[in-house]
């Protein structure tokens, strides 16, 4: 079962290679399958002028950061369905996307006004927005006894409620050219890349990313349940608030940079415990390689199915995940009646 289980670690890890190859070595403008060699010492086909632009200001910080969202994603929403204890569960469910919808469209509708326009005061409200709706939630469903996970989950669903109906408010309010631009941001797209924003980018999404994978067994100990957690010295509580944390800081710096990108933290996880089982020392990383390899090859996807122009990432990931989250509706809806 152990060979098994690194099989699946190598395929994310070849999957990952396959997938940035692709992405580096083919687009609507330039493909050629040897540019990712064309940077070895002694090649005998080195980068032209303007092979060396697209490779290395183009796609080569779009794929940084497809790999850092699709890692990020899929780690927190693995997190949140173990926090959770429920496979349909994912980081957008306690109101983290929501929140920086509201902030990053507010600003996109309302910036000419406040003074606040480009995509710098968009990102930084997208962050601030999620940072503070998970506070919001995070302080409806405290207690004396720590976060409880049912009234989390309520409190997301209406949190996310009410960020629906502002959305919708800000959208009858905006003009022609900001709700095209509300409706692309809300889609999700890595063509924004740039070697200025992803510093940031990487911290937020490296820091979140490290700080979940350092606490993969603790997190393993709720699937025992919080009781059991605690009997074996978990403190539980501090647990589920650091898991919210971290989190909402990975997944806000992805929605910032990135726009709203659904179903990857919902998907890949559950593909992920199919494949390997429910052993977050197994599922965690497996999830992590598998997520940014299905994104990477997504934005390619995106980049190439109708160039030259550009699909938004989010309409791929839906028209593929939603399918796949009914399928999931199904299957639960049939152990339970089995359970019966």
Same mark, same amino acid.
């Given at each position: 079962?152990?060979?098994?289980?690194?099989?699946?670690?190598? $395929?994310?890890? !070849? /999957?990952?290679?396959?997938?940035?190859?692709?992405?580096?070595?083919?687009?609507?403008?330039?493909?050629?399958?040897?540019?990712?060699? *064309?940077?070895?010492? /002694?090649?005998?086909?080195?980068?032209?002028?303007?092979?060396?632009?697209?490779?290395?200001?183009?796609?080569?910080?779009? =794929?940084?950061?497809?790999?850092?969202?699709?890692?990020?994603?899929?780690?927190?929403?693995?997190?949140?369905?173990?926090?959770?204890?429920?496979?349909?569960?994912?980081?957008?469910?306690?109101?983290?996307?929501?929140? $920086?919808?509201?902030?990053?469209?507010?600003?996109?509708?309302? %910036?000419?006004?406040?003074?606040?326009?480009?995509?710098?005061?968009?990102?930084?409200?997208?962050? =601030?927005?999620?940072?503070?709706?998970?506070?919001?939630?995070?302080?409806?469903? @405290?207690? #004396?006894?720590?976060?409880?996970?049912?009234?989390?989950?309520?409190?997301?669903?209406?949190?996310?409620?009410?960020?629906?109906?502002?959305?919708?408010?800000?959208?009858? +309010?905006?003009?022609?050219?900001?709700?095209?631009?509300?409706?692309?941001?809300? *889609? %999700?797209?890595?063509?924004?890349?740039?070697?200025?924003?992803?510093?940031?980018?990487?911290?937020?999404? @490296? !820091?979140?990313?490290?700080?979940?994978?350092?606490?993969? #067994?603790?997190?393993?100990?709720?699937?025992?349940?919080?009781?059991?957690?605690? +009997?074996?010295?978990?403190?539980?509580?501090?647990? #589920?608030?650091?898991?919210?944390?971290?989190?909402?800081?990975? !997944?806000?710096?992805?929605?910032?940079?990135?726009? *709203?990108?659904?179903?990857? /933290?919902?998907?890949?996880?559950?593909?992920?415990?199919? =494949?390997?089982?429910?052993?977050?020392?197994?599922?965690?990383?497996?999830? *992590?390689?598998?997520?940014?390899?299905?994104?990477?090859?997504?934005?390619?996807?995106?980049?190439?199915?109708?160039?030259?122009?550009? =699909?938004?990432?989010?309409?791929?990931?839906?028209? !593929?995940?939603?399918?796949?989250?009914?399928?999931?509706?199904?299957?639960? #809806?049939?152990?339970?009646?089995?359970?019966?």
């Amino acid at each position: 079962m152990t060979f098994e289980r690194r099989r699946w670690l190598i $395929a994310g890890a !070849v /999957g990952i290679l396959a997938s940035s190859w692709l992405l580096l070595s083919s687009g609507p403008v330039l493909s050629d399958w040897r540019l990712p060699l *064309m940077w070895l010492p /002694g090649f005998s086909a080195p980068m032209n002028e303007l092979e060396q632009t697209v490779v290395t200001q183009l796609r080569l910080p779009r =794929l940084v950061l497809g790999l850092l969202v699709g890692t990020v994603l899929a780690q927190s929403g693995t997190a949140m369905q173990t926090l959770c204890r429920n496979p349909l569960a994912d980081p957008g469910l306690i109101g983290i996307s929501g929140g $920086a919808a509201v902030f990053a469209l507010s600003v996109i509708a309302l %910036g000419a006004q406040i003074g606040l326009q480009g995509s710098f005061w968009v990102s930084l409200a997208a962050f =601030l927005g999620a940072l503070l709706t998970t506070f919001l939630v995070y302080r409806l469903a @405290g207690g #004396k006894t720590g976060v409880d996970v049912a009234t989390l989950l309520l409190a997301g669903v209406a949190i996310n409620a009410l960020a629906g109906a502002l959305l919708g408010l800000l959208s009858y +309010y905006a003009d022609d050219d900001a709700l095209r631009l509300m409706s692309f941001w809300q *889609m %999700g797209s890595l063509a924004g890349a740039n070697w200025d924003q992803l510093p940031l980018g990487v911290v937020l999404m @490296g !820091v979140s990313s490290i700080a979940l994978f350092m606490l993969r #067994k603790s997190i393993n100990t709720l699937l025992l349940g919080e009781r059991q957690a605690r +009997y074996l010295g978990v403190n539980t509580r501090s647990l #589920k608030r650091q898991l919210i944390i971290w989190v909402a800081l990975g !997944v806000g710096g992805a929605v910032a940079l990135t726009g *709203m990108i659904g179903f990857v /933290g919902l998907i890949i996880p559950h593909i992920a415990r199919l =494949l390997v089982g429910a052993n977050i020392r197994w599922l965690m990383p497996v999830s *992590m390689l598998f997520g940014a390899s299905v994104l990477v090859l997504t934005d390619w996807i995106a980049k190439t199915i109708v160039a030259p122009a550009e =699909l938004p990432i989010g309409i791929i990931t839906a028209s !593929v995940g939603a399918p796949f989250f009914i399928y999931l509706l199904i299957q639960q #809806k049939r152990r339970l009646h089995a359970g019966y």
